[in-house]
Every structure is written in C-alpha cells, then in structure tokens.
C-alpha cells in the first residue's frame, strides 16, 4: 500500500490527477491536500470523494507547523505537489501571494520531506508539478527541451522556476529522490473561468465581451488536462530519479485563431446562427511582459515512457464546451462564489 499525498488537488488539473489515482490505484491511499483558496473547489471531486482510499486534508502550505505535523502523523511514500498561485494576472497584481505558496509552500514540502524521510530517502518521491513558462518566450520558432535555460518573465513564471530550482537543490544537496515536469497550457473540464478558454466559453455562453489581450498574436501550445494527467502518472511511475520531462501537446494556438474556433464551437452548441458569439470578441490592453510564444518538445517523453497526446485539439475543445453547457449549476456556483461554501456542508460537519 502507497500513501501519496496529492497537494492542490481541488484545483484543475489537481482534481484530475487525484481523480486518476483514486480510480486506477484502489491500492493507494490517496490524501488529498487543499487550502481552498478561490480556484480549490471539493465539487470537482464529488465523484470520488466517498471512495475508500481517498482522503481531503484542509491545509496551507505556507504553514510550515501544520506541514510538519502532517508528515509526522501520515508517513506518506510520496508527494505529487500541485498546489500553487497558478495565474499570471493575479501574479501581475499580487507577486507576493506567489512567492509565499509557489516558493515558501513548496521550500516547506520538502523540508518536511527531509525530516520525515531522513534515511529513507531513496524509496520516497517527491514530484513537483511545473510549467514550461520557466523557459519564458520563444520567437517565431523553436522549442523548449528539457535543457533550455530558465528565463522566467512573469511573477507567476519566477515562482514557479524559484520553486523548481529548490526542487534539484534539495535532490543535489541532500539526495531526496525528486521528479519534476514542465507542462504546456492545459484546457479541459473543471478550469476556474478565470484562464483564456473557461473564461472565453463562460463569457460567450453569457454573451459577455471576450477579452483579448493585445492583437490575440500570442502562441499557446494547449494539452487537454486528462493527457497531462496520465502523462504525471507515468512519469511518477516510471521517471528515474532526478528527471525532468516536459510535457505538451504539440498543438500551437494563436489565440485569436483560437477563440474564433471556440466561437465557431458554440454558435453550434447553443445553436446560434454563424458569426454570432465571434462579434463579442473584443481587442483589450495588452498583458504586461506578456510571453510572445510557448511550445514544448516533448520527445523525451514520447521516445523514453511511451506517451503521446490522445486527443485532437478540436475534439478536445468541443468535449470542453460540452462539459461546461452540462454543469451548469458547477460553472454557476463557481461564478457566483457558492461553491466555496461546499467545504463547511459537506466536510467541516464531519
Ligand atoms: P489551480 O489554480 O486550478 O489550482 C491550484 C490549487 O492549489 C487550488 O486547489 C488551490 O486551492 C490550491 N492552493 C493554492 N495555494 C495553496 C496553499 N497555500 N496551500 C494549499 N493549497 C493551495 O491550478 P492548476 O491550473 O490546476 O495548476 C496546478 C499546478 O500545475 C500548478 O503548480 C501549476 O503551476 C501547474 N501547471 C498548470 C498549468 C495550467 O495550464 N493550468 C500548466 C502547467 C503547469
Ligand atoms: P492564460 O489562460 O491566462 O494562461 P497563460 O498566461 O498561463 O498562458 O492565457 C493564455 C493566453 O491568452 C495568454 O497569451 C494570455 C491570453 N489571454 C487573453 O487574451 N484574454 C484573457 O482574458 C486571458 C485570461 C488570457
């Protein structure tokens, strides 16, 4: 039996990954670390949260106490670190907010790590969960590899590279066996509508203005979010010690050309006539130190563990709309803020 404990697993890709372990692994014991902060919503997890091996842990991973006390108590295998400030806007307004849960939170994990592993340290894992934004922007052409220079821009992308950075330290200086991936702009069902493409199908839904940043000549490279989850799950796996992967989906966006597919994709879900949710498009002041382009090489991956991408964009974007038309009710309690009242209802009682 495998204790692991998940952090951020409330949030997006999080509640994917908790969501993939709990099912595939019922030899596991799946603990669940959150804050809860806006984006860490348990209703991403209803499906699985009544399971056998798995657990919700409320917990701040800037508190280095409650950590320690946690470490103390479970004796986790491993850790599949997720938990972060995730977006660049927020990190624009807010740097510190970063700087405390994506380097102080992370620098806390795995000092816990070093205490409670102490001799041990070979058989635990510990897997911090990245993004390819460290390598900051590419020009018109080439692609991040796993051995391209760290060049972070934005707050959000520093934190991330400081973070990544402690990671190797603390493999380097005190052997702890670490994993570490670089992933490429993730999309799909349970994203907080405040990144490009849940932001974009909320606002079209609603027929709201759909803000684009500058001349929308940005470049993304976007994975569907269950593909980077199995891509964590093999590289947790399978990955030898000390390993980076970069994962992505091969699938570079600009996005004005994007969000015009999206608006293509809803005018025939909500069955408007063609042109319709495209004129709500509109030009806004550009992202400050906004990175030109991303795109991730991920054939070290696809060549050494054997993934690949399972779904084309445009399947994957409409299986998106799809899923957001379905839940209603999810999209309007994360917009109206109820859903964070689902902790004190469901759990605290408990
Ligand atoms: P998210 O914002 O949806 O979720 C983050 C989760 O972390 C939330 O549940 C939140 O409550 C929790 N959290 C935040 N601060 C915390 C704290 N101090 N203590 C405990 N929990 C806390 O983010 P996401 O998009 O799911 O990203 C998850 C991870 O993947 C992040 O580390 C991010 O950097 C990385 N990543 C994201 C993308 C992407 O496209 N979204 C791409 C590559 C890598
Ligand atoms: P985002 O989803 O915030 O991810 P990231 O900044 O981490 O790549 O943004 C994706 C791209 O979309 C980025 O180039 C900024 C742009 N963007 C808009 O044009 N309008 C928006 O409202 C948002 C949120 C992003």
Same mark, same amino acid.
């Given at each position: 039996? /495998? ?72 004796? =986790? ?31 806390? @994990? ?35 590899? !796993? ?44 994203? =907080? ?21 500058? /001349? ?26 000390? !390993? ?25 879900? @909500?069955?408007? /006539? ?5 004129? @709500? ?70």
């Amino acid at each position: 039996m /495998k204790k692991i404990l998940i952090t951020g697993g409330a949030g997006f890709i999080g509640s994917h990954v908790v969501r993939r372990f709990v099912n595939k692994y019922p030899d596991y014991e799946i603990v669940n670390l959150d804050k809860l902060t806006y984006a860490g919503n348990l209703a991403n997890l209803t499906d699985v949260e009544a399971r056998p091996n798995y657990r919700f842990v409320k917990a701040d991973i800037t508190d280095a106490a409650e950590i320690n006390a946690l470490f103390e108590k479970e004796n =986790f295998d491993a850790v599949i670190h997720l938990a972060a400030e995730s977006h660049v806007d927020r990190s624009i307004t807010d740097p510190t907010a970063f700087v405390m849960t994506n380097v102080i939170g992370t620098v806390n @994990l795995l000092n816990s790590a070093r205490e409670f592993w102490k001799g041990d340290y070979a058989t635990k894992r510990f897997y911090h969960v990245s993004t390819d934004e460290v390598y900051g922007a590419l020009g018109d052409t080439g692609m991040f590899t !796993e051995t391209t220079g760290y060049d972070p821009h934005s707050p959000y992308s520093a934190s991330k590279a400081s973070s990544d950075h402690f990671v190797r330290a603390y493999h380097d200086t005190y052997g702890i066996d670490v994993v570490i991936s670089n992933c490429s702009n993730n999309y799909g069902s349970h994203h =907080f509508p405040e990144k490009l493409i849940p932001l974009a199908i909320n606002n079209i839904k609603n027929s709201l203005p759909v803000p684009v940043y500058g /001349k929308g000549e940005n470049i993304r490279d976007w994975l569907w979010v269950e593909d980077h989850a199995r891509a964590i799950d093999v590289i947790f796996h399978e990955a030898k010690t000390g !390993e980076t992967y970069n994962i992505g989906g091969h699938n570079e966006w600009k996005n004005i050309d994007l969000i015009h597919l999206l608006c293509k994709i809803m005018d025939k879900k @909500l069955g408007r /006539k063609e042109g319709e949710s495209a004129s @709500l498009i509109t030009f806004v002041t550009d992202r400050a130190g906004h990175d030109l382009r991303y795109a991730i090489d991920s054939t070290k991956l696809q060549e050494k563990l054997n993934w690949v991408p399972s779904l084309q964009f445009e399947e994957g974007l409409e299986k998106t709309v799809e899923w957001y038309l379905d839940n209603e009710e999810w999209l309007t309690n994360v917009t109206s803020g109820n859903y964070q009242k689902y902790y004190e209802t469901q759990y605290s009682a408990r």
